[in-house]
């Protein structure tokens, strides 16, 4: 496997997907804005997006992988009973969640949005939509099984893939937003679970090569190892998009808090789905093989350049976001119903989420590090932690600062939860730097600071190109973003940060 091609194929179908899904706010920007349809449709959305996220960016695979390596290990057969009984029980399982929480919507929605019960037709719109959209669930999380098939082959374009079906389906239905009026909200909510049904159809075409389905409900200690896994990884690998979801329950006893939060959170997951998603789950496969066969120094060898890659693509994200977050939110939401003060709540709530962003990969590196040695309950402990001093921070100062105070904890709480995974893995030796790191860590740091200031630069001389009531800002923003990133490679490759062998290196 080589990392950087294997991280790059990924990267290259979820930027597509996020570009996409960029032109999908875009238009529920400029159609819904941040009143009342878009915080009932976003908490509908915001429920089996969620669960999209946590279990097809990797969640699902830091339990699944590490077990359906050691089987395959053994041999196919072993490899697909394996499988075949996990998928038995995952859909039995779902089917069963789907139907109770289909029966007890309005409790369910009352506990995610609870300051919507006070708002008779917010609360009525938000249980509907999220009637329709909560199928989802089942379609997204059997989809994400057969993703995590193909990733353990070290297949990892359709999975990536997969997740455009999604955006292109809402793109088309915000095409006829005029003609549908305010029942659009209702269309996107089918949209969603179409989708959800349509990747689960196409993953399913890729992963028959590899897995052969038979419906046969059996378990044994390797199936009741893998759901005492499951749990705690998803907990502590979607411990990000539990503490937004956290956020967003919070964030609904203020008006419009919920959508300035969406849209913060569309721009930084973009370089979070690079720098720790792509990269945990592309490790996590090849990593796991090595510590099943004990061969420390390929083990070192992938964990330090994951590291080193992530903080490569986190690090200059996280300056140019703080430099340029109200240019970024202006150029790429500031149409429509999406006014100057939504700009400067969005812009502000993105300016603390960014504080986080190299916490957020870190978390998903450093847990698949944990995942590979079959361990899930350290990262869940931690996790557990880390959620509930979210929890605590944002209910503590929400009546004094309002909903600006949901990105602070959250990117508080993610860097208390990287820094104590990180002791955790050195002082029990599961991982060890190399000689050359922290030289190459010090580059990174230098060749981002030169970048950001180039950056701001870019933005003072576009300043007039780039102010709210400018048609074409997205253009100079875009161009902006290109010659800084330009700028940025050329000093890493310069001082040697980067290097072509990289690229050329197997693990």
């Known amino acids: 496997m080589n990392l950087i091609k294997s991280t790059g194929t990924f990267s ?23 009143g009342l349809l878009a915080d009932a449709f976003f908490v509908a959305f915001r429920i089996p997006n969620t669960f999209r996220r946590l279990f097809s960016e990797g969640t699902f695979n830091a339990a699944f992988v590490p077990s359906y390596t050691s089987e395959m290990n053994k041999g196919k057969k072993s490899a697909n009973d394996f499988a075949n009984n996990i998928f038995n029980l995952l859909f039995l399982g779902l089917l069963i969640l789907t139907i109770v929480v289909q029966i007890f919507m309005p409790g369910f929605v009352s506990i995610i949005a609870p300051g919507f019960v006070d708002d008779l037709e917010k609360m009525d719109l938000a249980i509907s939509l999220t009637r329709i959209t909560f199928p989802f669930l089942l379609f997204i999380s059997l989809a994400s099984f057969f993703s ?23 793109i088309i239905v915000l095409l006829f937003s005029k ?21 689960l159809i196409f993953l399913y075409y890729f992963v028959k090569r590899f897995f052969s389905f038979k419906f046969k409900l059996a378990s044994d200690e390797k199936v009741k190892f893998f759901f005492r896994k499951l749990l705690p990884s998803i907990f502590s690998s979607g411990v990000t998009q539990i503490n937004i979801l956290v956020g967003t329950i919070i964030a609904s006893f203020q008006a419009s808090a919920v959508s300035y939060l969406y849209y913060a959170d569309r721009i930084y997951q973009i370089n979070l789905a690079i720098a720790g998603i792509a990269i945990g789950v592309v490790i996590l496969p090849q990593l796991s093989r090595f510590i099943d ?23 200059p994200a996280t300056i140019a976001l703080m430099i340029g977050s109200e240019q970024i939110i202006s150029a790429l939401f500031g149409y429509g119903n999406f006014n100057k003060e939504s700009v400067n709540n969005s812009s502000l709530s993105l300016f603390y989420f960014a504080l986080g962003l190299p916490a957020f990969a870190l978390i998903k590196v450093f847990s698949s590090f944990f995942f590979a040695n079959h361990n899930t309950k ?130």
């Open 12 to 34: 290259f179908y979820t930027i597509i997907s996020r570009l996409l899904g960029y032109i999908r706010d875009i238009l529920i920007a400029i159609f819904l804005g941040t």
């Open 148 to 170: 995590a098939i193909l990733n353990s082959h070290n297949k990892f374009a359709a999975a990536s893939a997969a997740p455009i079906l999604l955006n292109v389906i809402l």
């Open 179 to 199: 003609a549908l009026g305010d029942e659009l909200v209702y269309y996107l909510s089918y949209g969603v679970s179409l989708a959800g049904f349509l990747q």
């Open 293 to 315: 066969t004990k061969n420390e120094e390929k083990i070192s060898l992938i964990q330090n350049k994951a590291l080193e890659l992530s903080l490569f693509l986190s690090i």
């Open 378 to 507: 350290i990262p869940f402990y931690i996790s557990l932690i880390s959620v509930l001093l979210n929890i605590l921070i944002s209910i503590y100062y929400f009546n004094k600062i309002g909903f600006i105070i949901i990105p602070i904890a959250t990117s508080i709480s993610s860097w208390f939860n990287a820094v104590v995974l990180f002791i955790y893995l050195k002082n029990n030796n599961l991982f060890y730097f190399q000689n050359n790191f922290f030289l190459n860590f010090f580059k990174i740091i230098f060749a981002s600071i030169l970048m950001g200031l180039f950056f701001n630069f870019l933005l003072n001389f576009f300043e007039n190109q780039l102010s709210f009531y400018y048609s074409f800002k997205s253009i100079y923003l875009i161009l902006s973003v290109l010659f800084a990133l330009f700028f940025y490679i050329f000093i890493c490759y310069f001082i040697k940060a980067f290097k072509i062998s990289d690229i050329k290196l197997n693990y």
